[in-house]
């Protein structure tokens, strides 16, 4: 089992930066890729950004050169900072792993989510 703990989302203005951060505790060495996704109100929840344990990143169109995904694979955690950020950000944001077994997904955890909001 894994566990995923956030923090870092709330209120800011339109061109501002916020920086989340996941934290995971539990089986983690089954665990790879790790990121993050979010979800606005009505809307399905989307990928924002992914890292590898190799430090292989990928993004979301609406995100890149924005916002910048990184992990700190001593403290087990991953970090989404994000810049020059649009009303249109404004969502709740997940962190996720996916469990790897025999080099397939076979399951997916989830943290309890972070809102964050960006007033124009």
């Known amino acids: 089992q894994v566990q995923l703990v956030e923090s870092g989302g709330g209120l800011v203005q339109a061109g501002g930066s916020l920086r989340l951060s996941c934290a995971a505790s539990?089986?983690?060495?089954?665990?790879?890729?790790m990121g993050w996704y979010r979800q606005a109100p009505g809307k399905q929840r989307d990928m924002v950004a992914i890292?590898?344990?190799?430090?292989?990143?990928n993004y979301a169109n609406s995100v890149k050169g924005r916002f910048t995904i990184s992990r700190d694979n001593a403290k087990n955690t991953v970090y989404l900072q994000m810049n020059s950020l649009k009303p249109e950000d404004t969502a709740v944001y997940y962190c996720?792993?996916?469990?790897?077994?025999?080099?397939?997904?076979?399951?997916?955890?989830w943290g309890q989510g972070t809102q964050v909001t960006v007033s124009s």
């Open positions: 890292i590898t344990s190799g430090g292989t990143t």
């Open positions: 539990g089986s983690i060495f089954s665990i790879n890729p």
């Open positions: 996720n792993a996916k469990r790897l077994r025999g080099g397939v997904v076979d399951y997916e955890y």
